[in-house]
Nanobody, 121 residues
Framework: QLQASGGGSVQPGGSLRLSCVVS????????IAWFRQAPGSGREAVAC????????PYAYSGNGRFTISRDNSRNTVYLQMNSLKPEDTAVYYC????????????????WGKGTQVTVSS
């Protein structure tokens, strides 16, 4: 199971750190991705970190403002979001798959409830 948290309301330019806790299994065996969905829009890839520790994380959104990282000892993956913009407003979800590889190439198998991020002045 995956549980995303850490969302909230911030002003433009602010920061948030989202957390995704994996409650079953060993996080080191999983690839974890963040995607987001704004009202009326489809899913948008945000970032992915795979089970291969030698593989660099993948970033798809944010133009360098977002950083994905993992703490295997806490079974938690983080998404640090800086310099937030109103267009970052969305529900953010974390997901995983059964193969430990990039979810945006190999597909998603599981995702949890999202966490709302609202960026507004």
């Amino acid at each position: 199971q995956l549980q995303a948290s850490g969302g909230g309301s911030v002003q433009p330019g602010g920061s948030l750190r989202l957390s995704c806790v994996v409650s079953r299994g060993t996080l080191g065996n999983f690839a974890i991705a963040w995607f987001r969905q704004a009202p009326g829009s489809g899913r948008e890839a945000v970032a992915c970190i795979t089970a291969d520790p030698s593989e660099l994380p993948y970033a798809y959104s944010g133009n360098g403002r977002f950083t994905i990282s993992r703490d295997n000892s806490r079974n938690t993956v983080y998404l640090q979001m800086n310099s937030l913009k109103p267009e970052d407003t969305a529900v953010y979800y974390c997901a995983t798959n059964n193969v430990g590889r990039n979810l945006f190439i190999n597909g998603m198998d599981y995702w949890g409830k999202g966490t709302q991020v609202t960026v507004s002045s």
